[in-house]
Structure formats: C-alpha cells, structure tokens
C-alpha cells in the first residue's frame, strides 16, 4: 500500500490547516492509522492515531487543538490542525500499521511563523 500525504504549508501563528493522507488501496478501519512528525534536528514523534471501535490518541502537545478522521469511502486519513503554534513545525508523516509492519507517507512540510 502507499500513502500519499498532502496539505502542509505555511501559516502563522493561530492558524489551521489540514493535512490529507491518501491510501492507494482500501484500508480496513480495524487497522491503526496516525500521524507523525519531525522536526529538524529532532527525532519523529508520535502526533495522533485512530482506529475504529476506539477513541484516537492524541500526543499531550496537540490535545485539544488537532483532530484526527478518516474517511473510509475515500480511503483518506485527516488531521485538522486549529491554533497552531510555532513548535508545531516539522514534517508530518502518515502511517498505517498492517500486518507487523509500517507503512509512511513521504511527509508533508508544515511551517508555522510566530
């Protein structure tokens, strides 16, 4: 399967944005989907994840301000990113977990100017 993340771009301060990670196939929504990021200098870190039957996980630095969806028909993973704040630069990545293994996205670059 390959992942296709896009939506990343420059805002200030405050700002939204939300980033799309498209699957070349059909995921089941049994299976864990979520977002990562890394910033430079700095190792990839976990952001958020979903799957169906649970509540999503969120990491303590996005809590109430970032949001993760799906949408199955469209194969698609979302993040809604409100109140962004500088330290929320980096490269975010998609992952799906299937079968023991990890499947990235290329990653989506989102800058945030204070």
């Known amino acids: 399967v390959q992942l296709q993340a896009s939506g990343g771009g420059l805002v200030q301060a405050g700002g939204s944005l939300r980033l799309s990670c498209a699957a070349s196939r059909t995921i089941h929504s049994s299976l864990v989907m979520g977002w990562y990021r890394q910033a430079p200098g700095k190792q990839r870190e976990f952001v958020a994840s979903i799957r169906s039957g649970r509540d999503p996980n969120y990491a303590d630095s996005v809590q109430g301000r970032f949001t993760i969806s799906r949408d199955n028909a469209k194969n698609t993973l979302y993040l809604q990113m409100n109140s962004l704040k500088p330290d929320d630069t980096a490269v975010y990545y998609c992952?799906?977990?299937?079968?023991?293994?990890?499947?990235w996205g290329q990653g989506t670059q989102v800058t945030v100017s204070s």
């Open positions: 992952k799906l977990r299937y079968q023991s293994s990890d499947y």
